[in-house]
């Protein structure tokens, strides 16, 4: 998995509770994004950072934040789960320098989250 | 279980035989495509990728093929094995963004 763990890998909790999800690499890659992934939906993007403190949102950022505050960590903030938020969380990572030359997106593997 | 291969288009081929897994994607201003294979439990796995000043790559036993014109891209594997049983995805990315767009994905199931 290039490097990158989650944590946890599998996690319930009750609707309104707020959860963290961490992803870490040790590749020192810039670019670090979270995607969920649910059926019939594939997988969506929610959140990215192109470098410390540098986040921005993705198609499905709504009830979610990121921060980002070392380079090989990028968490992700449920602030008050929803039964909607139940899925399928994955991290990934891109050594992308400039969006002329892009470089593939390496995934972790993922945290599954059930909201009761 | 695994749900995200339910209601997905299934290809089904017999062990040595090549398969072709086709994508339609949507962005006539994307300029990268990947393709990705994920198994029951795992993160998607980068297989292929093709920048979109080329029509054809090839890897070990794949080939990918772009058609600007249509919008289509495509996902050859030659000799398929048991092992290649997973859900495939392409990916786009658009001119300017360091983003990826996937498509719904692919089963392909693969029978000794």
């Known amino acids: 998995d290039a490097g990158i763990t989650q944590s946890p890998r599998h996690k319930v909790t009750e609707t309104g509770t707020p959860v963290t999800l961490r992803c870490h690499q040790t590749?020192?890659?810039?670019?670090m994004y979270w995607y969920r992934q649910d059926p019939g939906h594939g997988l969506r993007l929610i959140h990215y950072?192109?470098?410390?403190?540098?986040?921005d949102k993705g198609e499905v950022s709504d009830g979610y934040s990121v921060s980002r505050s070392k380079t090989e960590d990028f968490l992700l903030t449920l602030e008050s789960a929803t039964s909607s938020q139940t899925s399928v969380y994955f991290c990934?990572?891109?050594?992308?320098?400039?969006?002329?030359?892009?470089?593939?997106?390496?995934f972790g593997p993922g945290t599954r989250l059930l909201v009761l | 279980g695994e749900s995200v291969g339910l209601h997905l288009p299934t290809l089904s081929v017999q062990e040595g035989d090549n398969s072709i897994i086709n994508c339609a994607y949507s962005?006539?201003?994307?300029?990268?495509f990947i393709w990705y294979k994920q198994e029951s439990g795992k993160g998607p796995q980068f297989i292929i990728d093709?920048?979109?000043?080329?029509d054809k790559r090839q890897g070990q036993r794949v080939t990918v093929l772009l058609n600007k014109t249509v919008k289509h891209l495509s996902l050859q594997i030659a000799a398929t094995q048991p092992g290649d049983s997973a859900v495939y995805f392409c990916?786009?990315?658009?001119?300017?963004?360091?983003?990826?767009?996937f498509g719904k994905g692919t089963m392909l199931l693969v029978s000794p």
């Open positions: 093709i920048r979109s000043n080329m």
């Open positions: 990934a990572i891109s050594n992308e320098r400039d969006r002329v030359k892009k470089e593939t997106q390496y």
């Open positions: 962005n006539s201003a994307s300029d990268y």
């Open positions: 590749e020192n890659h810039r670019y």
């Open positions: 950072s192109y470098g410390v403190k540098d986040t």
């Open positions: 990916a786009e990315s658009p001119s300017g963004y360091s983003t990826l767009t």
